[in-house]
């Protein structure tokens, strides 16, 4: 299983723990099992990220950025010593 469809998982499960205590037990398995499913399709559909892949994303972006700053920097700099403004 992915960290993606582990996230989606618990994600469902506390869709679903939400959902046993606003739906009565009356209502049956079939109903609460029918409901998981339903959730669980929907959220399949949904293009969402862990907050996890999230953070490791914007460190990415930052250490990205880092790098294009210094590099602009030495391009700079080699201009000037070109005389290339």
């Known amino acids: 299983m992915t960290d993606k469809n582990y996230s989606q998982m618990e994600?469902?499960?506390?869709?679903?723990?939400?959902?046993?205590?606003?739906?009565?037990?009356?209502?049956?398995?079939?109903?609460?099992?029918?409901?998981?499913?339903?959730?669980?399709?929907?959220l399949s559909d949904l293009d969402v990220v862990t907050r996890e892949e999230l953070d490791v994303q914007k460190a990415v972006l930052s250490k990205t950025r880092a790098k294009v700053d210094a590099m602009e920097s030495i391009i700079s700099d080699l201009e000037k010593q070109l005389n290339i403004e």
């Open 11 to 42: 994600l469902l499960e506390r869709l679903m723990d939400t959902a046993k205590a606003v739906i009565p037990e009356s209502l049956g398995k079939d109903v609460r099992d029918n409901l998981r499913v339903a959730v669980q399709e929907v």
